[in-house]
């Protein structure tokens, strides 16, 4: 159940009917009986949202291409010429033969029908597509249900972002990634205030004049204003600046004191208007950063006495504030004629003004529409740059650079306050203050800070969202659109592209930002003001993006936080790039047409016969490697025919988490959660889209292998410290194309869940997520092996050097074979051996502990942490046929090498090597004999043939020899700890001479 706000929406406008409705609310609380109102304020989402229960359909045959999100229902599906058409009231989905369009409506911008049977759909975000019809009638009403859709809306509840809200929560759908924007304003702003150490305690104060939002509808209700200047004079200020935008502070440099304020253009008129107050507040903001200097206080600077009085004492060395004015001097003058202007030197002696002679929103949206059909137009132009260059995008946007670079040096190198502004203050103003906070400071560089910088400067100062990204309610003034939000974003790309180690947020993150700017998926950018969000509750009936992109899939791996660094950028139109990844649609465009070279090949677990791409294929790094890898490795490469890759299911044993680190990829059998969590994806066929599973380990943005912490399932022999595989979802940051192309069109697992749209991946940052994995699960396995060496060193000084808890880890055996030593089982002497002849010089079978660095089964350097292992079992070629056909298969000779402690865990009886407990042997040694145990037991010399056992007769000096025969049976098990069989043959056999010795003690 959630409460009816449209009914709140209507009776906010009449403030009797609120009286009203206040007084009923009270009676409510009092009364147990539900009345009419609650009835009525009470309604399920499907009542005050309801779906289409119907929708056109052109042909039976036809499936809904993707999964509705909630509240999200189908309008029309039909066909183009090309592929399917799909028509919700939340997006536009167009699949083609190798490609498909994802496109949300609030994207839409303009609709035109082209050459009778072909629709051209142009968005906001400059992507454009083309859908071709069969009839001319066909392509008209495809165009009459695109323009009924996209109309203006009557309501602000017709926008999708409310169902969405309703849907969600009656559905019980619980999203990590979903939730209200519940920050408070107050508790934000106190703490930036407190971060940029504000002395409000005689230099500056935090004015209340705007609470009501009666002194400015676009302002804050907080405000910063030097101390000395009262709400009264900032009532006067308001009267002259336009808009009553009042100069306010938004940032200061803790080192030198000096602030950024902004504003909008003086009112000054034909006739040269001017005002006392607004001089007297400029002043009031040159002396409050002299007297307010940060870390060097006043006790470093020379102080004077004004002429004014004794008791007046200024700083010697005020500097003046300086002016920006993102117009050109030919703009701000002609402004005086509708009644703007800028402020006049003569009049504000303690100021200095500077013109930056950027364009205004018209000069923008017409280079942005450029850009547009640019993008639109073939790629294989050969004077595409040129054209580019005639958009003047790019001039644009390094003008706004440079302009943030001014106000960033006069406050870095020259520690002058700024002011700036442009003619309303709410487009070119909060670009260039917003830029020159990010250079400044490295807080606006991370995820939290970012959006408390979009938040106060864009939503909180009152740029207007709603008319400038055309999401307005009833009517809608072309001519007030203008991407200024989205230049800005592309501005910040451009800036991580300079520094890409400087930023928290990835690319991926500015990109899906400049989709829900205009998505209407979230209510975070709806309306113009802060004013009109409170009043239609729009943080309490909608989710947040923050919340959304507040991600571990944002994070960019190469952010490295330093303190006090400022950023300064190359402005130079020549250090400047598309934004391609938003512009061309590079990620619809990508998952059919790109190039075989620049595809990534995929690891296939499956095996099969398929053909193998050129090219080696990458790897995951198993153990072994990590253990020797150098810190520049590139991509390691693997096949399939790695010895190290297990995929089967019939494995004797389950190794430890320690010791099985060998084994990185997952089996067939294995459930991937997907990269937004929400869901598991079965990998039935695992050689297909093979997503990432990535967690969030805290709020540094590092991520760990999710597969590192599920639990082991019986009957699976794959680690529980696998590696993840690398995703090949379709990218708008470095698309990557899918190994079968008809398997991602017809599987929409490719969208996130949360948008619906198409998942957005970079190459880049997956390869330092995978890096920082096997960084991990190296880390991981030494701290094992170095808390396993410690134990055994403790356990081997309590107990005076004797065996540790493995009585076969002190070591190879000795050179002979046949001395088995303390770990082998014989009988006290040698008067029960028989003499066998020996049939030529017998090979050594043990490879020296000397000759070896490294493991022979996986490759892994010794150290002190991880000791050398014999295999225990070393048999000759002539004397076990079945061993020799084994190991021949196997593409071994012999064993008796050495190997480390995970490649030698296994232990069993060696009869044949006159080794009767459980010894080491290496993992072939131990699956040979286990699936060979049948053979018929060996028994050597005289304890296995026909062995001749003494017994004493009546006479003690005479000895006599009884032949017994061995009775073993042919299938010993292996687990056997003793060579039972001969030892109680030997025991009945001395009890039966037992009487003889007692009589002749007797006598």
């Not at 609120?18 to 009419?36: A, G, H, I």
């Not at 142009?122 to 109309?151: I, M």
């Not at 280079?367 to 050969?382: G, I, K, N, T, W």
């Not at 298969?889 to 008796?896: E, F, I, L, T």
Request: net charge negative; hydrophobic share 35%.
């Amino acid at each position: 159940m959630i409460c009816c706000r449209r009914q709140d929406t209507l009776i906010s406008e009449h403030p009797i009917v609120t009286d009203k409705v206040s007084s009923e609310s009270e009676e409510m609380e009092s009364s147990d009986e539900p009345t009419s109102l609650q009835s009525i304020c009470h309604l399920h989402a499907s009542e005050l949202f309801p779906k289409h229960t119907h929708f056109e359909c052109e042909d039976e045959t036809l499936t809904i291409p993707f999964t509705p999100l909630s509240g999200e229902s189908v309008v029309a599906l039909g066909r183009t010429t090309e592929g399917v058409l799909a028509l919700s009231n939340y997006r536009l989905y167009l699949q083609l033969s190798q490609t498909c369009y994802n496109i949300p409506l609030g994207l839409i911008e303009q609709l035109e029908v082209k050459e009778i049977f072909y629709l051209h759909i142009g968005c906001k975000d400059a992507r454009s597509l083309s859908c071709a019809f069969t009839t001319n009638e066909h392509c008209l009403e495809w165009f009459k249900r695109l323009h009924k859709v996209t109309y203006p809306r009557k309501s602000i509840e017709d926008i999708f972002a409310f169902a969405y809200y309703a849907w969600s929560v009656e559905e019980g759908k619980d999203y990590p990634r979903l939730g209200k924007d519940n920050s408070s304003y107050i508790t934000t702003f106190n703490s930036e205030v407190e971060r940029l150490k504000f002395n409000l305690h005689g230099t500056w104060r935090i004015s209340q004049i705007n609470k009501d939002y009666r002194m400015c509808p676009s302002y804050p209700p907080q405000l910063l204003v030097p101390a000395c200047i009262s709400d009264k004079i900032l009532e006067f200020v308001a009267k002259f600046r336009s808009s009553r935008r009042i100069p306010a502070i938004v940032w200061r440099h803790v080192n030198n004191g000096a602030v950024i304020a902004r504003s909008s253009q003086p009112e000054v008129g034909w006739l040269g208007w001017r005002s006392s107050e607004d001089e007297d507040l400029l002043k009031a903001l040159a002396d409050a950063c002299s007297y307010d200097k940060g870390e060097s206080t006043m006790v470093d600077s020379p102080i004077t006495y004004s002429d004014a009085g004794d008791d007046a004492i200024t700083p010697s060395a005020a500097k003046k504030v300086l002016i920006v004015d993102a117009r050109s001097y030919t703009t701000a003058v002609a402004n005086r004629a509708r009644g703007g202007g800028c402020e006049c030197p003569e009049y504000y002696p303690s100021c200095d003004i500077q013109f930056m002679n950027l364009p205004n929103i018209h000069s923008i949206r017409k280079s942005f529409h450029a850009v547009r059909q640019l993008c639109a137009s073939e790629a294989d132009q050969p004077n595409w740059l040129s054209l580019l260059e005639g958009t003047r995008w790019l001039q644009h946007m390094s003008g706004l650079l440079r302009a943030a670079v001014t106000v960033a040096s006069a406050i870095e190198r020259d520690g002058r306050p700024v002011l700036v502004h442009c003619s309303d203050g709410w487009d070119r103003t909060p670009q260039i203050v917003a830029l020159a906070q990010i250079l400044l400071d490295p807080y606006y560089r991370t995820m939290e800070g970012f959006q408390v910088l979009v938040e106060r400067e864009w939503l909180d100062f009152g740029h207007k969202f709603a008319d400038r990204c055309g999401q307005t309610i009833g009517c809608d003034d072309p001519n007030e659109r203008c991407p200024v939000f989205l230049q800005w974003l592309d501005c910040v790309h451009q800036l991580i592209l300079q520094f890409q180690c400087s930023f928290q947020m990835s690319p991926a993150y500015l990109v899906k930002l400049a989709q829900h700017t205009y998505s209407q998926l979230f209510g975070t950018f709806l309306c113009n003001t802060r004013q009109e969000r409170l009043q239609l509750r729009i943080r309490e009936r909608t989710y947040s993006v923050w919340r959304f992109l507040n991600s571990a899939a944002f994070v960019n791996h190469l952010y490295s936080p330093l303190k006090n660094q400022v950023l300064w950028p190359s402005c130079n139109v020549r250090d400047l790039v598309l934004w391609s990844e938003v512009y061309l649609g590079s990620m619809e465009s990508s998952l059919g047409m790109r190039d075989d070279k620049q595809r990534v090949a995929m690891i296939d677990i499956e095996g099969g016969e398929s053909e193998e791409p050129q090219g080696q294929m990458t790897k995951t790094r198993s153990y072994g490697d990590l253990m020797h890898a150098p810190d520049h490795a590139a991509y390691l490469h693997r096949r399939r025919s790695d010895p190290s890759i297990s995929i089967e299911n019939d494995s004797p044993a389950n190794p430890s988490v320690d010791s099985s680190t060998d084994t990185l990829i997952p089996n067939n059998d294995s459930v991937v959660p997907a990269v937004n969590g929400e869901k598991e994806v079965p990998q039935t066929n695992p050689s297909r889209d093979i997503v990432s599973p990535w967690i969030e380990t805290g709020t540094t943005g590092r991520a760990v292998c999710s597969s590192c912490n599920r639990n082991h399932n019986e009957g699976s022999d794959v680690s529980d410290t696998s590696a993840p595989l690398i995703s090949r979802t379709p990218s708008s940051i470095c698309p990557a194309s899918p190994t079968h192309q008809d398997v991602m069109l017809d599987n929409p697992d490719w969208l996130d869940d949360v948008d619906g749209l198409p998942v957005i991946c970079c190459d880049v940052q997956m390869r330092v997520q995978q890096i920082i994995v096997e960084h991990k699960l190296k880390e991981e396995a030494l701290r094992k092996e170095l808390h396993t060496t410690r134990l055994a060193l403790i356990k081997q000084v309590c107990n005076h050097n004797a065996d540790t808890d493995r009585i076969d880890d002190i070591g190879s055996l000795p050179d002979s074979v046949g001395s088995a030593g303390e770990h082998g089982e014989s009988l006290p002497s040698d008067m029960s051996w028989e003499a066998v002849e020996e049939l030529g010089p017998a090979p050594t079978l043990w490879v020296p502990d000397h000759a070896v660095t490294r493991c022979m089964g996986c490759n892994t350097e010794f150290w002190l942490g991880r000791r050398k292992h014999h295999c225990r079992y070393a048999f000759r070629a002539a004397e076990d046929a079945v061993d020799a056909k084994f190991f021949a298969a196997n593409g071994r000779k012999c064993c008796g090498k050495i190997f480390c402690a995970d490649c030698s865990e296994n232990s069993t009886p060696l009869p044949s090597e006159q080794l009767y407990n459980p010894v080491r042997v290496c993992s072939d040694c131990y699956a040979r004999l286990h699936h060979h145990h049948t053979n018929t037991c060996q028994c050597s010399n005289a304890r296995h043939q026909n062995a001749k056992v003494e017994s004493e007769t009546t006479n003690p000096t005479e000895m006599a020899v009884v032949p017994v025969t061995c009775q073993r049976p042919k299938k010993l098990p292996p687990t056997t700890t003793k060579d039972t069989c001969c030892d109680n043959l030997l025991q009945a056999v001395h009890q039966k001479a037992q009487p003889s010795v007692a009589a002749a003690t007797a006598n």
